[in-house]
């Protein structure tokens, strides 16, 4: 193929830790591929200057016309015609704005906008070869709890948008503030920002030592366990084909996945689910993002 004539996406990753640049071809793969602290936009005053100092260099040095257009994968929720960040837990500045028009009116190319971990279960399904009817949930243990479904592999939204924000059902009895705006999520026990707290706070180490130096603890069990009875939930009330498990949690050294597995389990009815419960390791590649991001705008745009 001739990769100089070729039509290129132009992705882009906000999750709430770090932000990734990737350059993808119409057979996803990747041409560029950069990470940056996320940071750096959440200070950042005006979006719309850092975004076009962002990627300006980009579209000089393939020309503009090469792209499709910019493919956005964001930790945010959205409006369900994907034009509006409702809101963004880890980055300062992204409520209820406009981001897709914003962007258009920047450079005058199409601008689609999805949920970070629905284009990372579009990356899966198709690593995986996943295909065919049914639903298939993605449980993504991060900055925060993630999670996405696809029934007959198309990707669900919900009506308003909304739908799979499984970190932020109730707790009863949590009266703690989520910074989704809400009390008593369940994300408040169950995500890498409270494991990276006990770490710093309890254990005095690292967040990437946590489970190979105090992964039989009770205070860090008990954050894999709150992730497990989510899932538990989930697969009770969809009965899926499978679930897969990524996220930056389950990277962790001797992250304790025979412990989660079994709790999810455990907390399942007889003889099924708990008979047909799959879990697949979602795919730890750092472009799963950015391809998703590619795969899901191709729909639209190829």
């Known amino acids: 193929m001739n990769h100089n004539k070729e039509k290129l996406f132009l992705c882009v990753e906000i999750g709430g830790t770090n ?40 579209l000089e040095k393939y020309g503009k016309d090469r792209f ?41 190319l199409p601008v689609i906008m999805e949920r970070d971990v629905n284009t990372s279960l579009l990356y899966d399904l198709r690593k995986n070869n996943i295909v065919g009817e049914g639903i298939v949930i993605g449980i993504y243990i991060g900055t ?12 669900y ?14 707790v009863d009895g949590l009266e703690e503030m989520c910074g989704c705006g809400k009390a008593g999520c369940i994300e408040l026990r169950a995500c890498g920002k409270v494991l990276a707290g006990i770490a710093e706070k309890t254990f005095h180490c690292p967040v990437q030592e946590i489970f190979t ?68 390791p979602a795919s730890p590649d750092p472009e799963v993002g950015i391809i998703g991001a590619a795969i899901n705008a191709a729909a639209f745009w190829k």
């Open 144 to 155: 925060g709890l993630g999670n996405a479904m696809s029934i007959d592999g198309k990707i």
């Open 68 to 108: 499709h257009g910019i493919s956005l994968s964001l930790a945010s929720l959205m409006n369900r015609e994907r034009t509006i960040c409702f809101n963004s837990p880890n980055i300062k500045g992204f409520d209820h704005l406009p981001l897709k028009g914003m962007l258009e009116d920047i450079w005058g």
């Open 213 to 280: 130096k105090y992964g039989d603890r009770k205070e860090v069990l008990d954050v894999v366990r709150m992730c497990a009875l989510a899932t538990a939930t989930e697969v009770t009330i969809l009965d899926p084909v499978c679930v897969i498990l990524g996220g930056g949690v389950t990277q962790i050294p001797d992250f304790p996945l025979e412990y989660f597995t079994r709790t999810v389990s455990e907390n399942l009815r007889i003889p099924e689910p708990r008979g047909s419960l799959r879990i697949i």
């Open 19 to 58: 932000l990734r640049v990737g350059v993808v071809r119409e057979d996803y793969t990747l041409e560029q591929f950069e990470k940056i602290p996320s940071a750096e936009l959440s200070d950042a005053e005006d979006k719309g200057v850092y975004f076009k100092t962002l990627l300006d260099p980009i």
């Open 157 to 170: 939204r919900g009506s308003t948008g909304s739908s799979c924000e499984l970190g932020h059902i109730p």
